[in-house]
Protein backbone atom coordinates (compact mmCIF):
# COMPACT_ATOMS: atom_id res chain seq x y z
CA UNK A 1 0.00 0.00 0.00
CA UNK A 2 1.90 3.41 -0.98
CA UNK A 3 1.41 6.45 1.06
CA UNK A 4 -0.24 9.36 -0.38
CA UNK A 5 1.90 12.78 0.46
CA UNK A 6 -0.12 15.96 0.43
CA UNK A 7 1.65 18.54 -1.48
CA UNK A 8 1.06 21.82 -0.38
CA UNK A 9 -0.22 24.04 -2.63
CA UNK A 10 0.10 28.50 -3.08
CA UNK A 11 -3.35 28.66 -0.68
CA UNK A 12 -1.81 26.80 1.96
CA UNK A 13 0.87 28.71 2.32
CA UNK A 14 0.44 31.63 5.46
CA UNK A 15 1.21 35.36 4.67
CA UNK A 16 2.45 37.68 6.96
CA UNK A 17 0.44 40.91 7.53
CA UNK A 18 3.04 42.95 5.55
CA UNK A 19 2.44 40.65 2.32
CA UNK A 20 -1.71 40.70 2.95
CA UNK A 21 -0.53 44.36 3.29
CA UNK A 22 1.43 44.49 -0.09
CA UNK A 23 -1.24 42.58 -2.32
CA UNK A 24 -4.31 44.73 -1.16
CA UNK A 25 -2.25 47.82 -1.56
CA UNK A 26 -1.54 47.00 -5.31
CA UNK A 27 -5.38 46.43 -5.82
CA UNK A 28 -5.73 50.15 -4.95
CA UNK A 29 -5.46 51.87 -8.25
CA UNK A 30 -4.82 55.17 -6.62
CA UNK A 31 -2.70 54.65 -4.19
CA UNK A 32 -0.73 52.55 -7.06
CA UNK A 33 -1.12 55.60 -9.30
CA UNK A 34 0.19 58.06 -6.83
CA UNK A 35 3.18 55.60 -6.01
CA UNK A 36 3.91 55.90 -9.76
CA UNK A 37 3.94 59.70 -9.63
CA UNK A 38 6.03 60.06 -6.56
CA UNK A 39 8.80 57.89 -7.81
CA UNK A 40 8.55 59.91 -11.20
CA UNK A 41 8.17 63.70 -9.33
CA UNK A 42 11.01 61.97 -7.08
CA UNK A 43 13.75 61.39 -10.21
CA UNK A 44 12.74 64.59 -11.44
CA UNK A 45 13.80 66.14 -8.55
CA UNK A 46 16.83 64.09 -8.17
CA UNK A 47 18.24 64.09 -11.68
CA UNK A 48 16.03 66.86 -13.37
CA UNK A 49 18.35 69.73 -12.32
CA UNK A 50 21.81 67.65 -14.00
CA UNK A 51 20.09 67.06 -17.24
CA UNK A 52 17.86 70.16 -17.78
CA UNK A 53 19.09 72.45 -20.32
CA UNK A 54 19.34 75.33 -18.06
CA UNK A 55 20.49 76.10 -14.53
CA UNK A 56 17.81 77.04 -11.81
CA UNK A 57 20.05 79.73 -11.28
CA UNK A 58 20.84 81.02 -14.74
CA UNK A 59 19.25 85.03 -15.60
CA UNK A 60 18.35 85.44 -19.24
CA UNK A 61 17.98 89.15 -19.00
CA UNK A 62 16.46 89.80 -22.56
CA UNK A 63 14.05 87.14 -21.52
CA UNK A 64 12.07 87.93 -18.61
CA UNK A 65 8.69 87.09 -17.84
CA UNK A 66 8.20 85.30 -21.46
CA UNK A 67 5.04 83.09 -21.19
CA UNK A 68 5.28 79.84 -21.69
CA UNK A 69 5.29 78.12 -24.75
CA UNK A 70 6.47 74.66 -26.98
CA UNK A 71 8.14 76.90 -29.33
CA UNK A 72 11.28 77.88 -29.17
CA UNK A 73 12.77 81.99 -28.28
CA UNK A 74 13.33 84.26 -29.34
CA UNK A 75 10.43 84.79 -31.53
CA UNK A 76 11.20 85.42 -35.59
CA UNK A 77 9.90 88.92 -35.31
CA UNK A 78 12.19 89.78 -32.28
CA UNK A 79 15.52 88.66 -34.40
CA UNK A 80 16.05 91.77 -35.92
CA UNK A 81 15.04 93.92 -33.55
CA UNK A 82 17.51 92.22 -31.01
CA UNK A 83 20.56 92.00 -33.43
CA UNK A 84 19.80 95.76 -34.05
CA UNK A 85 20.23 96.97 -30.70
CA UNK A 86 23.42 94.92 -30.50
CA UNK A 87 24.95 96.27 -33.74
CA UNK A 88 23.95 100.14 -32.79
CA UNK A 89 26.55 99.61 -29.38
CA UNK A 90 29.31 98.76 -32.21
CA UNK A 91 29.03 102.77 -33.58
CA UNK A 92 29.33 101.32 -36.78
CA UNK A 93 28.41 102.01 -40.28
CA UNK A 94 26.61 99.08 -41.58
CA UNK A 95 23.69 97.97 -44.57
CA UNK A 96 20.51 96.04 -43.80
CA UNK A 97 20.75 92.90 -41.61
CA UNK A 98 19.27 89.75 -43.65
CA UNK A 99 18.06 86.55 -41.75
CA UNK A 100 18.90 83.17 -43.44
CA UNK A 101 17.02 80.63 -41.33
CA UNK A 102 19.00 81.19 -38.11
CA UNK A 103 21.66 83.44 -39.33
CA UNK A 104 21.80 86.60 -39.34
CA UNK A 105 24.67 88.42 -41.15
CA UNK A 106 25.17 91.80 -42.22
CA UNK A 107 27.99 94.25 -43.79
CA UNK A 108 30.28 96.66 -41.61
CA UNK A 109 32.20 99.59 -42.53
CA UNK A 110 34.22 102.19 -41.29
CA UNK A 111 36.88 104.99 -41.68
CA UNK A 112 39.32 103.04 -39.19
CA UNK A 113 40.29 99.70 -38.77
CA UNK A 114 37.47 97.46 -37.25
CA UNK A 115 38.03 95.93 -33.92
CA UNK A 116 37.67 92.07 -33.86
CA UNK A 117 36.91 92.89 -29.79
CA UNK A 118 32.97 93.85 -31.07
CA UNK A 119 31.90 90.57 -31.23
CA UNK A 120 31.87 90.27 -27.43
CA UNK A 121 28.59 92.44 -27.88
CA UNK A 122 26.91 89.72 -29.56
CA UNK A 123 28.77 86.96 -27.28
CA UNK A 124 27.52 88.26 -24.40
CA UNK A 125 23.92 88.33 -25.74
CA UNK A 126 21.16 85.42 -25.06
CA UNK A 127 19.78 85.69 -28.65
CA UNK A 128 22.59 84.92 -30.50
CA UNK A 129 25.84 82.87 -30.48
CA UNK A 130 29.24 81.91 -32.05
CA UNK A 131 29.50 85.60 -33.98
CA UNK A 132 32.12 85.47 -36.77
CA UNK A 133 33.71 88.80 -38.36
CA UNK A 134 35.00 88.38 -41.73
CA UNK A 135 37.62 91.18 -41.98
CA UNK A 136 38.37 92.93 -45.72
CA UNK A 137 42.42 93.38 -46.38
CA UNK A 138 42.49 96.80 -45.45
CA UNK A 139 39.86 95.96 -42.66
CA UNK A 140 38.04 98.76 -42.75
CA UNK A 141 34.60 96.88 -43.93
CA UNK A 142 33.91 93.40 -42.44
CA UNK A 143 30.90 90.62 -43.17
CA UNK A 144 29.01 90.43 -39.64
CA UNK A 145 27.54 86.86 -39.13
CA UNK A 146 25.64 85.69 -35.65
CA UNK A 147 23.62 82.09 -35.28
CA UNK A 148 20.32 82.70 -33.73
CA UNK A 149 20.10 80.76 -29.74
CA UNK A 150 17.07 79.24 -29.89
CA UNK A 151 16.08 78.47 -26.11
CA UNK A 152 12.90 76.79 -25.02
CA UNK A 153 11.07 77.78 -22.04
CA UNK A 154 8.29 75.31 -21.50
CA UNK A 155 6.92 76.89 -18.08
CA UNK A 156 8.06 80.73 -19.09
CA UNK A 157 10.22 82.89 -17.32
CA UNK A 158 10.10 84.40 -13.87
CA UNK A 159 10.36 88.39 -13.03
CA UNK A 160 14.67 88.50 -13.66
CA UNK A 161 14.49 85.65 -16.57
CA UNK A 162 15.38 82.29 -14.77
CA UNK A 163 14.11 79.43 -16.46
CA UNK A 164 10.63 78.24 -14.53
CA UNK A 165 10.59 75.06 -15.21
CA UNK A 166 14.23 74.43 -13.83
CA UNK A 167 13.23 76.21 -10.35
CA UNK A 168 10.16 73.97 -10.64
CA UNK A 169 12.30 71.06 -10.63
CA UNK A 170 14.98 71.71 -8.19
CA UNK A 171 11.97 72.97 -6.38
CA UNK A 172 10.44 69.78 -6.11
CA UNK A 173 14.04 68.23 -5.04
CA UNK A 174 13.90 70.80 -1.90
CA UNK A 175 10.54 70.31 -1.15
CA UNK A 176 10.76 66.49 -0.81
CA UNK A 177 13.70 66.41 0.94
CA UNK A 178 12.74 68.60 3.56
CA UNK A 179 9.68 66.57 3.67
CA UNK A 180 11.42 62.94 3.95
CA UNK A 181 13.68 64.62 5.96
CA UNK A 182 11.47 66.25 8.53
CA UNK A 183 9.62 63.17 8.81
CA UNK A 184 11.96 60.78 9.32
CA UNK A 185 12.91 62.95 12.67
CA UNK A 186 10.00 62.74 13.79
CA UNK A 187 9.90 59.22 13.30
CA UNK A 188 12.95 58.46 15.25
CA UNK A 189 12.07 60.93 17.84
CA UNK A 190 8.56 60.30 17.84
CA UNK A 191 9.01 56.48 17.76
CA UNK A 192 11.55 56.52 20.26
CA UNK A 193 9.80 58.64 23.11
CA UNK A 194 6.23 56.99 22.42
CA UNK A 195 7.21 53.81 23.31
CA UNK A 196 9.99 54.50 26.10
CA UNK A 197 6.92 55.91 27.73
CA UNK A 198 4.50 53.64 27.37
CA UNK A 199 6.22 50.76 28.31
CA UNK A 200 7.80 52.15 31.73
CA UNK A 201 4.36 53.72 32.24
CA UNK A 202 3.70 55.09 36.04
CA UNK A 203 4.95 58.35 36.74
CA UNK A 204 7.59 58.15 34.34
CA UNK A 205 4.92 58.08 31.92
CA UNK A 206 3.25 60.77 33.74
CA UNK A 207 6.21 63.20 33.18
CA UNK A 208 7.37 62.02 29.97
CA UNK A 209 3.34 62.83 28.51
CA UNK A 210 3.63 66.06 30.53
CA UNK A 211 6.70 67.53 28.89
CA UNK A 212 4.57 66.58 25.40
CA UNK A 213 1.89 68.84 26.68
CA UNK A 214 4.10 71.63 27.35
CA UNK A 215 5.89 71.43 23.73
CA UNK A 216 2.18 70.92 22.32
CA UNK A 217 2.02 75.31 23.33
CA UNK A 218 4.71 76.51 22.59
CA UNK A 219 4.01 78.18 18.87
CA UNK A 220 5.30 76.63 15.83
CA UNK A 221 6.34 80.28 14.02
CA UNK A 222 7.51 81.40 17.43
CA UNK A 223 10.04 78.23 17.69
CA UNK A 224 10.89 78.86 14.22
CA UNK A 225 11.55 82.53 14.17
CA UNK A 226 14.12 81.90 17.51
CA UNK A 227 16.00 79.47 15.35
CA UNK A 228 16.25 81.31 12.09
CA UNK A 229 17.90 84.13 14.85
CA UNK A 230 20.56 82.11 16.46
CA UNK A 231 21.47 80.45 13.78
CA UNK A 232 20.30 81.93 10.38
CA UNK A 233 18.01 80.58 7.22
CA UNK A 234 19.27 77.51 5.94
CA UNK A 235 17.99 73.82 5.02
CA UNK A 236 19.36 72.10 8.08
CA UNK A 237 17.22 74.40 10.30
CA UNK A 238 14.09 74.17 8.93
CA UNK A 239 13.62 70.37 8.52
CA UNK A 240 15.20 70.44 12.75
CA UNK A 241 12.41 72.68 13.19
CA UNK A 242 9.63 70.74 11.37
CA UNK A 243 10.67 67.57 12.23
CA UNK A 244 11.19 68.46 16.45
CA UNK A 245 7.89 70.12 16.45
CA UNK A 246 6.30 67.27 14.36
CA UNK A 247 7.58 64.01 16.67
CA UNK A 248 4.82 65.20 19.44
CA UNK A 249 1.59 63.48 17.78
CA UNK A 250 4.07 60.76 16.75
CA UNK A 251 5.13 59.86 20.40
CA UNK A 252 0.98 59.78 21.37
CA UNK A 253 0.20 57.10 18.55
CA UNK A 254 3.25 55.19 19.53
CA UNK A 255 2.88 55.43 23.16
CA UNK A 256 -0.98 54.22 22.47
CA UNK A 257 -0.12 51.43 20.51
CA UNK A 258 2.67 50.15 23.40
CA UNK A 259 0.71 50.38 26.07
CA UNK A 260 -1.84 47.83 24.61
CA UNK A 261 0.72 45.61 23.34
CA UNK A 262 2.74 45.52 26.37
CA UNK A 263 -0.62 43.45 27.74
CA UNK A 264 -0.09 40.84 25.45
CA UNK A 265 1.07 37.08 25.77
CA UNK A 266 4.14 37.66 23.58
CA UNK A 267 5.70 40.46 25.18
CA UNK A 268 4.81 39.14 29.02
CA UNK A 269 6.56 35.75 27.44
CA UNK A 270 9.51 37.82 27.01
CA UNK A 271 10.12 39.13 30.67
CA UNK A 272 9.79 36.11 32.12
CA UNK A 273 12.47 34.50 29.86
CA UNK A 274 14.61 37.38 31.24
CA UNK A 275 14.48 39.85 28.14
CA UNK A 276 15.94 43.28 29.04
CA UNK A 277 13.48 45.91 28.67
CA UNK A 278 15.81 47.52 25.87
CA UNK A 279 15.29 44.07 23.85
CA UNK A 280 11.65 43.91 23.87
CA UNK A 281 11.12 47.64 23.06
CA UNK A 282 13.65 47.12 20.32
CA UNK A 283 12.03 43.58 18.98
CA UNK A 284 8.25 43.25 19.88
CA UNK A 285 7.34 46.49 21.09
CA UNK A 286 7.96 49.05 18.03
CA UNK A 287 8.16 46.51 15.09
CA UNK A 288 4.35 45.94 16.05
CA UNK A 289 3.58 49.46 15.75
CA UNK A 290 4.99 50.12 12.42
CA UNK A 291 1.42 49.37 10.84
CA UNK A 292 0.15 52.78 12.58
CA UNK A 293 3.50 54.55 12.15
CA UNK A 294 3.77 53.80 8.57
CA UNK A 295 0.67 55.38 7.58
CA UNK A 296 1.30 58.30 10.08
CA UNK A 297 4.52 59.09 8.07
CA UNK A 298 2.84 59.00 4.54
CA UNK A 299 0.34 61.75 6.17
CA UNK A 300 3.18 63.56 7.56
CA UNK A 301 5.40 64.10 4.76
CA UNK A 302 2.75 66.54 2.73
CA UNK A 303 2.07 68.14 6.47
CA UNK A 304 5.83 68.97 6.19
CA UNK A 305 5.96 69.55 2.84
CA UNK A 306 3.03 72.67 3.30
CA UNK A 307 5.12 73.84 6.31
CA UNK A 308 8.05 74.45 4.57
CA UNK A 309 6.11 76.29 2.07
CA UNK A 310 3.90 78.57 4.32
CA UNK A 311 7.59 79.22 6.42
CA UNK A 312 9.02 80.33 2.38
CA UNK A 313 6.12 82.02 1.83
CA UNK A 314 6.41 83.93 4.95
CA UNK A 315 10.20 84.89 3.89
CA UNK A 316 11.52 82.37 6.64
CA UNK A 317 12.55 79.54 4.64
CA UNK A 318 14.64 78.74 1.75
CA UNK A 319 17.23 81.11 0.11
CA UNK A 320 17.50 82.95 -3.11
CA UNK A 321 18.52 81.77 -5.53
CA UNK A 322 17.40 78.07 -4.27
CA UNK A 323 14.05 77.54 -4.40
CA UNK A 324 11.39 75.18 -3.20
CA UNK A 325 7.28 74.87 -4.33
CA UNK A 326 6.14 77.68 -1.33
CA UNK A 327 9.03 80.12 -2.37
CA UNK A 328 7.81 79.43 -5.86
CA UNK A 329 4.21 79.89 -5.14
CA UNK A 330 5.10 83.09 -3.04
CA UNK A 331 6.93 84.98 -5.71
CA UNK A 332 3.83 83.91 -8.21
CA UNK A 333 1.80 85.05 -6.11
CA UNK A 334 3.32 88.77 -6.08
CA UNK A 335 3.14 88.42 -10.23
CA UNK A 336 0.01 86.76 -10.99
CA UNK A 337 -1.61 89.39 -12.60
CA UNK A 338 1.23 90.07 -15.03
CA UNK A 339 2.37 86.65 -15.74
CA UNK A 340 -0.01 84.03 -14.07
CA UNK A 341 1.97 81.24 -15.06
CA UNK A 342 4.46 81.72 -12.43
CA UNK A 343 2.16 80.87 -10.02
CA UNK A 344 0.17 77.88 -12.03
CA UNK A 345 2.69 75.75 -12.34
CA UNK A 346 4.34 75.71 -8.71
CA UNK A 347 0.75 75.49 -7.24
CA UNK A 348 -0.43 72.46 -9.80
CA UNK A 349 3.10 70.66 -8.99
CA UNK A 350 2.77 71.40 -5.55
CA UNK A 351 -0.81 70.16 -5.38
CA UNK A 352 -0.10 67.10 -7.70
CA UNK A 353 2.64 66.13 -4.88
CA UNK A 354 0.20 66.60 -1.97
CA UNK A 355 -2.48 64.30 -3.71
CA UNK A 356 -0.39 61.75 -4.61
CA UNK A 357 1.05 61.37 -0.61
CA UNK A 358 -2.56 61.57 0.77
CA UNK A 359 -3.98 59.10 -1.62
CA UNK A 360 -1.20 56.30 -0.56
CA UNK A 361 -1.28 57.24 3.09
CA UNK A 362 -5.00 55.86 2.42
CA UNK A 363 -4.09 52.69 0.87
CA UNK A 364 -1.48 52.37 3.22
CA UNK A 365 -4.29 52.92 6.22
CA UNK A 366 -6.52 50.32 4.52
CA UNK A 367 -4.23 47.67 3.66
CA UNK A 368 -2.63 47.72 7.25
CA UNK A 369 -6.17 48.01 8.55
CA UNK A 370 -6.72 44.69 10.52
CA UNK A 371 -10.37 44.45 10.58
CA UNK A 372 -10.36 44.42 7.06
CA UNK A 373 -7.79 40.67 6.53
Same mark, same amino acid.
Given at each position: ??????????????????? =? $??? /????? +??????? @?? !? #???? %??????????????????????????????????????????????????????????????????????????????????????????????????????????????????? =? $??? /????? +??????? @?? !? #???? %????????????????????????????????????????????????????????????????????????????????????????????????????????????????????????????????????? !????????????????????????????????????????????????????????????
Amino acid at each position: MTAVTHTPIASDVGRSLWQ =D $AWI /RLRRN +RAAVASM @IV !L #AVLS %LVGIFGPMLWPHAYDRIYPQFVRVPASLKAYPRADTVLPGFERELARTRLDHGEAALDGDTVSVTLSSDRPIDPRILRYFERSDLFSNPRLALSEDERSATLSVTVERLHFYFGT =D $AIG /RDLAA +RVIIGVR @IS !L #AIGV %LASIMALVLGVTYGAISGYLGGRVDDVMMRIVDVLYSLPFIFFVILLVVFFGRSLVIIFIAIGATEWLDMARIVRGQTLSLKRQEFVQAAEAMGATKAGILRRHIIPNTLGPVVVFVTLLVPKAILLESLLSF !LGLGVQDPLTSLGLLISEGAANMRGAVWLLLWPAVTLTTILFALNFLGDGLRDSLDPKDR
